[in-house]
C-alpha cells in the first residue's frame, strides 16, 4: 500500500492510510488476533453476528414496506 503526502500534509495522508486500511479490514484482523480464541466460540460469534444482520435486513424491509 503507498500513500503519497503532498504539500507536507502529513495529518491528510494518515486519515487516507486510515480510511484505507480500516476498509481492508486490517484494524478487525488485529483485533481478532489479540488473544486465543477457540472454534467455538468463533462459531458462536459468527452465528451472532448473521444474526444482527439478519434482523437488521428483515427491519430494513419492514419499513420500506410499510408495516
Known amino acids: 500500500m503507498r ?3 503532498r504539500n507536507n500534509n502529513v495529518d491528510k495522508a494518515m486519515r487516507i492510510m486510515k480510511k484505507k486500511l480500516t476498509e ?3 484494524f ?16 458462536r460469534k459468527a452465528k451472532a453476528a448473521a444474526k ?7 427491519k430494513k424491509r419492514m419499513e420500506n414496506e410499510g408495516y
Open 28 to 43: 478487525n484482523e488485529l483485533r481478532e488476533r489479540e488473544f486465543y480464541e477457540s472454534k467455538g466460540t468463533k462459531r
Open 3 to 5: 500513500i503519497e503526502v
Open 24 to 26: 481492508d479490514g486490517f
Open 52 to 58: 444482527r444482520r439478519a434482523d437488521r435486513d428483515r
